[in-house]
Protein backbone atom coordinates (compact mmCIF):
# COMPACT_ATOMS: atom_id res chain seq x y z
CA UNK A 1 0.00 0.00 0.00
CA UNK A 2 1.35 3.38 -1.09
CA UNK A 3 1.20 5.95 2.03
CA UNK A 4 -0.25 9.10 1.31
CA UNK A 5 0.50 12.01 3.75
CA UNK A 6 -1.23 15.05 4.38
CA UNK A 7 0.52 18.61 5.72
CA UNK A 8 -1.19 21.05 6.96
CA UNK A 9 0.61 24.25 7.82
CA UNK A 10 -0.37 27.43 10.05
CA UNK A 11 1.40 29.93 8.69
CA UNK A 12 1.40 31.59 11.59
CA UNK A 13 3.05 29.02 13.48
CA UNK A 14 5.66 28.20 10.83
CA UNK A 15 6.80 32.29 10.90
CA UNK A 16 7.32 32.20 15.17
CA UNK A 17 9.39 29.27 14.57
CA UNK A 18 11.38 30.89 11.70
CA UNK A 19 11.42 34.04 13.65
CA UNK A 20 12.89 31.26 16.72
CA UNK A 21 15.49 30.16 14.19
CA UNK A 22 15.87 34.04 12.74
CA UNK A 23 16.06 32.29 9.20
CA UNK A 24 13.18 31.44 6.39
CA UNK A 25 12.27 28.00 5.85
CA UNK A 26 12.86 26.63 1.92
CA UNK A 27 9.40 25.69 1.73
CA UNK A 28 10.41 22.93 -1.71
CA UNK A 29 12.80 21.26 0.96
CA UNK A 30 10.94 21.40 3.22
CA UNK A 31 7.96 19.49 1.54
CA UNK A 32 10.78 16.75 0.33
CA UNK A 33 11.62 16.53 3.39
CA UNK A 34 8.48 15.60 4.84
CA UNK A 35 8.23 13.27 2.31
CA UNK A 36 11.18 10.96 3.08
CA UNK A 37 10.90 11.45 6.80
CA UNK A 38 7.55 9.89 6.38
CA UNK A 39 8.19 7.50 4.19
CA UNK A 40 5.20 8.49 1.84
CA UNK A 41 4.47 7.94 -1.98
CA UNK A 42 2.22 11.41 -2.17
CA UNK A 43 2.56 14.00 -0.30
CA UNK A 44 -0.03 17.02 -0.30
CA UNK A 45 0.44 20.09 1.41
CA UNK A 46 -2.42 23.09 2.73
CA UNK A 47 -1.23 26.04 3.99
CA UNK A 48 -3.36 28.62 5.93
CA UNK A 49 -2.97 32.41 6.47
CA UNK A 50 -4.46 35.36 7.14
CA UNK A 51 -2.75 38.57 5.35
CA UNK A 52 -2.54 42.19 6.01
CA UNK A 53 -5.44 44.44 3.78
CA UNK A 54 -3.44 46.87 1.13
CA UNK A 55 -3.03 50.32 2.40
CA UNK A 56 -3.26 49.07 6.51
CA UNK A 57 1.35 48.88 6.13
CA UNK A 58 3.87 51.17 4.98
CA UNK A 59 4.64 48.73 2.49
CA UNK A 60 3.18 46.97 -0.33
CA UNK A 61 1.59 44.04 0.74
CA UNK A 62 1.63 42.26 -3.10
CA UNK A 63 4.87 40.30 -1.99
CA UNK A 64 2.71 38.23 0.19
CA UNK A 65 0.25 37.41 -2.60
CA UNK A 66 3.04 36.53 -5.15
CA UNK A 67 4.63 34.18 -2.29
CA UNK A 68 0.78 32.33 -2.59
CA UNK A 69 1.33 32.00 -6.29
CA UNK A 70 4.66 30.47 -5.63
CA UNK A 71 3.25 27.75 -2.82
CA UNK A 72 0.47 27.28 -5.46
CA UNK A 73 1.91 26.91 -9.04
CA UNK A 74 5.54 26.35 -7.83
CA UNK A 75 5.37 24.14 -4.81
CA UNK A 76 1.50 22.68 -5.84
CA UNK A 77 0.43 23.55 -2.24
CA UNK A 78 -2.96 24.41 -1.56
CA UNK A 79 -3.23 28.05 -0.17
CA UNK A 80 -6.32 29.24 2.31
CA UNK A 81 -6.14 32.62 2.75
CA UNK A 82 -8.26 35.46 4.56
CA UNK A 83 -7.95 39.09 5.34
CA UNK A 84 -6.82 39.95 8.94
CA UNK A 85 -10.06 41.13 10.69
CA UNK A 86 -9.10 44.42 12.47
CA UNK A 87 -10.89 44.83 15.96
CA UNK A 88 -11.26 48.16 17.42
CA UNK A 89 -9.99 48.34 21.10
CA UNK A 90 -9.96 52.12 21.40
CA UNK A 91 -11.52 54.21 18.84
CA UNK A 92 -10.31 57.19 20.48
CA UNK A 93 -6.84 56.36 20.59
CA UNK A 94 -6.95 54.54 17.35
CA UNK A 95 -5.81 51.49 19.01
CA UNK A 96 -6.67 47.91 16.19
CA UNK A 97 -5.63 44.56 17.00
CA UNK A 98 -5.35 42.63 13.88
CA UNK A 99 -6.72 39.01 14.12
CA UNK A 100 -6.38 35.90 11.60
CA UNK A 101 -7.31 32.58 12.88
CA UNK A 102 -7.43 30.13 10.23
CA UNK A 103 -8.22 26.84 12.72
CA UNK A 104 -11.48 26.56 11.29
CA UNK A 105 -10.34 26.16 7.28
CA UNK A 106 -7.88 24.05 8.47
CA UNK A 107 -10.41 21.89 10.66
CA UNK A 108 -12.72 21.49 7.66
CA UNK A 109 -10.07 20.36 5.26
CA UNK A 110 -8.75 18.24 7.97
CA UNK A 111 -12.19 16.46 8.34
CA UNK A 112 -13.11 16.78 4.33
CA UNK A 113 -10.20 15.20 3.20
CA UNK A 114 -10.12 12.29 6.21
CA UNK A 115 -10.51 9.73 3.44
CA UNK A 116 -7.91 10.71 1.28
CA UNK A 117 -4.79 10.56 3.48
CA UNK A 118 -2.99 7.71 5.57
CA UNK A 119 -1.41 10.02 7.82
CA UNK A 120 -1.61 13.66 9.05
CA UNK A 121 0.97 16.41 9.77
CA UNK A 122 0.96 19.83 11.53
CA UNK A 123 2.39 22.71 11.73
CA UNK A 124 0.74 24.25 14.60
CA UNK A 125 0.95 24.60 18.57
CA UNK A 126 -2.65 24.95 19.32
CA UNK A 127 -4.00 23.10 21.91
CA UNK A 128 -7.44 23.47 20.37
CA UNK A 129 -6.75 20.96 17.52
CA UNK A 130 -6.19 18.28 20.58
CA UNK A 131 -10.17 17.40 19.84
CA UNK A 132 -9.21 16.93 15.79
CA UNK A 133 -6.32 14.81 16.39
CA UNK A 134 -8.76 12.64 18.77
CA UNK A 135 -11.31 12.67 15.54
CA UNK A 136 -8.08 11.54 13.19
CA UNK A 137 -7.18 8.78 15.86
CA UNK A 138 -10.91 7.24 15.92
CA UNK A 139 -10.45 6.90 11.63
CA UNK A 140 -6.99 4.76 12.74
CA UNK A 141 -4.85 7.45 10.77
CA UNK A 142 -1.71 9.00 12.54
CA UNK A 143 -0.93 12.46 13.11
CA UNK A 144 2.73 14.25 13.52
CA UNK A 145 3.34 17.51 15.23
CA UNK A 146 6.39 19.55 13.90
CA UNK A 147 6.36 22.91 15.86
CA UNK A 148 9.42 24.56 18.47
CA UNK A 149 9.36 23.91 21.69
CA UNK A 150 8.09 27.52 23.14
CA UNK A 151 5.78 27.64 20.69
CA UNK A 152 2.99 24.60 21.21
CA UNK A 153 1.08 23.84 24.29
CA UNK A 154 1.74 20.52 26.09
CA UNK A 155 -1.57 18.78 25.21
CA UNK A 156 -0.51 19.32 21.18
CA UNK A 157 2.94 17.76 22.19
CA UNK A 158 1.74 14.67 23.58
CA UNK A 159 -1.46 14.29 21.81
CA UNK A 160 -0.26 13.17 18.60
CA UNK A 161 1.89 9.93 17.59
CA UNK A 162 5.04 12.05 17.57
CA UNK A 163 6.23 15.71 18.09
CA UNK A 164 9.10 16.83 16.01
CA UNK A 165 11.10 20.41 17.40
CA UNK A 166 11.32 22.16 13.83
CA UNK A 167 14.20 24.14 14.81
CA UNK A 168 16.03 20.81 15.73
CA UNK A 169 15.26 19.22 12.28
CA UNK A 170 18.98 18.54 10.77
CA UNK A 171 18.25 18.32 6.99
CA UNK A 172 19.08 21.34 5.01
CA UNK A 173 15.71 22.82 4.97
CA UNK A 174 16.60 26.18 5.93
CA UNK A 175 17.21 29.31 3.31
CA UNK A 176 18.25 32.64 4.58
CA UNK A 177 18.67 34.97 7.48
CA UNK A 178 15.37 36.85 7.93
CA UNK A 179 15.74 40.53 7.05
CA UNK A 180 13.58 42.98 9.66
CA UNK A 181 11.88 46.12 7.74
CA UNK A 182 13.23 49.15 9.51
Known amino acids: MKKVVYVFIDAANLWEVQKAKAKLLDLAKLKKYLKSEHKAAEIKVYYYDAYPK ?3 RDHSVS ?3 NFYVYLKKGLKFIVRTKPLKQIIIDAKLGTVIEKGNMDVEMSIDVVN ?3 KY ?3 IFFSGDSDFLALI ?3 HSRNKKVYIYSSRNNI ?3 LRTGGDGYKDTLKIKSNIWRKDIKRRD
Do not use: L
Open 153 to 155: SSE
Open 134 to 136: RFI
Open 54 to 56: EGT
Open 63 to 65: SKH
Open 118 to 120: DEA
Open 113 to 115: QIN
